[in-house]
């Protein structure tokens, strides 16, 4: 490596001391504790009801938020403090956490509590998750940014994907309430400190005399529309998570199924997925060095349409294990580059509007895609829905194609 090369690298890293690093740990901590829940709450529920369609609601309660508020959640977003809003969500999840672990340790868990605690705290995520994303480009100077996001996605997928699922079982042997106290725990931490920092609030043009969080909303939604770059990224998001959709809701029927392989065999292949995602997010800032961040993403969904395409054709679980390892390496260079673009595009102040209205978008084709990828199986076998999904993937690349000049 240069000397130039070396000190380009250096300016496109983020600083770890100060902002960003207080920022990183509170989004890895956090994850950590979301995913100790998730893990732990469909055996709740199954404990508490046989009845498939009741379990999924549980799930449909984590979308339904961001269909209903997410529009909402990125105005007010816009409008306050971002750091403010984070900490102050996050105490509140936390204290919602906490009262929902004396419950179940108490005995006094149900399913119309495990409802209303899904869309309670995906409601408040709705603002969380677009405050973060505005605030992030406060932290951190402009060229840094993709190598932020990357390393927030890392530290995220590391704790979520790889360490906090295993620990699961340990945890319940210690008490049904404990991954939810630990959880409620982790908000509190996230809550501390996000509240320590001392970052400058984004520069705001005023608003207008009259305006109103609903026109606000509407021009998020229509400067993502004016934007073509950013528009046809979100329509191609959008087909992917209708792809991804289709996949995750019958990956398990596909694995033990298909492939004959029982749980280990899911086991290694949600492994190597959250693997293979660790190490995309080492790599994503360096491929849009070499490539631009168009070309990037396009290469990102090419890639994943090969490793769908192979997953849903070859009968071998070594292939599947391998498919997804890719297919979560490539899926963080996506992610990485798309939320990196988002930033850098957005008008001055419209970034918490601009990032909902593409998450509201993109978010919806998740739960279509969990039907599709059901009625698919159902009708052509278990190896169809990967087949399907790569039909979307494809038509999502085929999508972003013209972007290339």
Same mark, same amino acid.
Not at 44 to 58: E, G, H, K, M, N
Not at 377 to 398: K, Y
């Given at each position: 490596?240069?000397?130039?090369?070396?000190?380009?690298?250096?300016?496109?890293?983020?600083?770890?001391?100060?902002?960003?690093?207080?920022?990183?740990?509170?989004?890895?901590?956090? +994850?950590?504790?979301?995913?100790?829940?998730?893990?732990?709450?469909?055996?709740?529920?199954?404990?508490?009801?046989?009845?498939?369609?009741?379990?999924?609601?549980?799930?449909?309660?984590?979308?339904?938020?961001?269909? *209903?508020?997410?529009?909402?959640?990125?105005?007010?977003?816009?409008?306050?403090?971002?750091?403010?809003?984070?900490?102050?969500?996050?105490?509140?999840?936390?204290?919602?956490?906490?009262?929902?672990?004396?419950?179940?340790?108490?005995?006094?868990?149900?399913?119309?509590?495990?409802?209303?605690?899904?869309?309670?705290?995906?409601?408040?995520?709705?603002?969380?998750?677009?405050?973060?994303?505005?605030?992030?480009?406060?932290?951190?100077?402009?060229?840094?940014?993709?190598?932020?996001?990357?390393?927030?996605?890392?530290?995220?997928?590391?704790?979520?994907?790889?360490?906090?699922?295993?620990?699961?079982?340990?945890?319940?042997?210690?008490?049904?309430?404990?991954?939810?106290?630990?959880?409620?725990?982790?908000?509190?931490?996230?809550?501390?400190?996000?509240?320590?920092?001392?970052?400058?609030?984004?520069?705001?043009?005023?608003?207008?005399?009259?305006?109103?969080? +609903?026109?606000?909303?509407?021009?998020?939604?229509?400067?993502?529309?004016?934007?073509?770059?950013?528009?046809?990224? &979100?329509?191609?998001?959008?087909?992917?998570?209708?792809?991804?959709?289709?996949?995750?809701?019958?990956? *398990?029927?596909?694995?033990?199924?298909?492939?004959?392989?029982?749980?280990?065999?899911?086991?290694?292949?949600?492994?190597?997925?959250?693997?293979?995602?660790?190490?995309?997010?080492?790599?994503?800032?360096?491929?849009?060095?070499?490539?631009?961040?168009?070309?990037?993403?396009?290469?990102?969904?090419?890639?994943?349409?090969? &490793?769908?395409?192979?997953?849903?054709?070859?009968?071998?679980?070594?292939?599947?294990?391998?498919?997804?390892?890719?297919?979560?390496?490539?899926?963080?260079?996506?992610?990485?580059?798309? *939320?990196?673009?988002?930033?850098? +595009?957005?008008?001055?102040?419209?970034?918490?509007?601009?990032?909902?209205?593409? +998450?509201?978008?993109?978010?919806?084709?998740?739960?279509?895609?969990?039907?599709?990828?059901?009625?698919?199986?159902?009708?052509?076998?278990?190896?169809?829905?990967?087949?399907?999904?790569?039909?979307?993937?494809?038509?999502?690349?085929?999508?972003?194609?013209?972007?290339?000049?």
């Amino acid at each position: 490596m240069t000397a130039t090369q070396e000190t380009a690298d250096a300016r496109q890293a983020p600083v770890w001391r100060g902002g960003f690093g207080r920022l990183w740990t509170a989004a890895v901590v956090s +994850r950590f504790g979301d995913s100790l829940r998730a893990a732990a709450l469909p055996l709740l529920a199954a404990s508490l009801t046989d009845d498939p369609l009741l379990i999924a609601a549980v799930t449909a309660c984590g979308y339904l938020p961001w269909l *209903v508020f997410g529009l909402l959640g990125g105005a007010v977003a816009d409008r306050v403090d971002q750091r403010r809003a984070m900490w102050a969500v996050d105490l509140l999840r936390g204290g919602l956490m906490a009262g929902f672990a004396l419950a179940v340790a108490y005995g006094h868990a149900s399913l119309a509590l495990l409802l209303v605690l899904a869309f309670a705290l995906t409601t408040l995520q709705t603002l969380f998750d677009n405050a973060a994303t505005a605030l992030l480009p406060a932290l951190v100077p402009a060229e840094a940014l993709a190598g932020a996001n990357a390393r927030l996605m890392t530290g995220q997928q590391l704790a979520g994907g790889l360490l906090a699922a295993p620990l699961v079982p340990a945890l319940l042997l210690a008490g049904a309430a404990v991954p939810y106290a630990a959880d409620a725990a982790t908000y509190v931490l996230a809550a501390l400190l996000v509240a320590s920092l001392r970052a400058e609030a984004p520069q705001r043009p005023p608003r207008k005399d009259g305006s109103t969080l +609903r026109g606000e909303m509407a021009e998020g939604l229509a400067a993502l529309w004016r934007d073509r770059p950013l528009r046809r990224l &979100c329509t191609a998001t959008t087909l992917c998570n209708v792809g991804m959709g289709a996949l995750i809701a019958t990956l *398990v029927l596909h694995v033990t199924g298909w492939l004959d392989a029982g749980e280990g065999g899911y086991a290694a292949a949600v492994t190597a997925y959250a693997a293979g995602s660790v190490l995309g997010g080492l790599l994503a800032a360096r491929i849009a060095r070499r490539t631009g961040r168009i070309r990037a993403v396009l290469l990102a969904g090419t890639v994943q349409t090969g &490793c769908l395409a192979v997953m849903g054709a070859v009968h071998g679980l070594g292939v599947t294990i391998g498919a997804m390892a890719v297919f979560g390496l490539m899926g963080t260079v996506w992610n990485v580059n798309q *939320v990196t673009l988002m930033q850098e +595009r957005s008008p001055e102040g419209m970034l918490g509007r601009i990032g909902a209205a593409f +998450r509201t978008l993109a978010v919806g084709g998740a739960p279509l895609g969990a039907l599709l990828g059901g009625a698919v199986a159902a009708a052509w076998g278990l190896n169809a829905p990967a087949l399907l999904a790569a039909a979307l993937f494809a038509l999502a690349v085929a999508s972003l194609a013209p972007l290339i000049n």
